[in-house]
């Protein structure tokens, strides 16, 4: 069994930073550094959406609106999942949730793809 906790978000202007951080942690029957990791969002009244997702080979992949702004990165050992986001927009407004699958490889940004959730951290961008 795989449990994430997010932490570091906040409320910023437009064109600031902040640096998402979700502990990993599993039984010994798991093994999360090994699991494909991703950063979904959801803003009120919208459906959950992809922003950035990391393989066991660090391949990434984003979402077309946060290419070039968002990066996102593991520490294996430590079981840290990191989402550095700059240059942020009122529309990247939303809960930001970290997810994870035992599927080793890099997954597509979608919701059904993955098992394990964390409860999120709110990020607010104001204009």
């Known amino acids: 069994q795989v449990r994430m906790v997010e932490s570091g978000g906040g409320s910023v202007q437009t064109g600031g930073s902040l640096r998402l951080s979700c502990v990993v942690t599993?039984?010994?029957?798991?093994?999360?550094?090994?699991?494909?990791m991703a950063w979904f969002r959801q803003a009120p009244g919208k459906e959950r959406e992809g922003v950035a997702a990391i393989d066991v080979f660090a391949q990434t992949r984003y979402a077309d609106s946060v290419k070039g702004r968002f990066n996102i990165s593991r520490d294996k050992e430590k079981n840290i999942l990191y989402l550095e986001m700059n240059s942020l927009k009122p529309e990247d407004t939303g809960m930001y949730y970290c997810a994870s699958d035992k599927r080793p490889w890099l997954l597509p940004l979608r919701v059904s793809d993955f098992a394990s959730w964390g409860p999120g951290t709110q990020v607010t961008v104001s204009s």
């Open positions: 599993s039984d010994s029957d798991s093994r999360a550094n090994r699991y494909c």
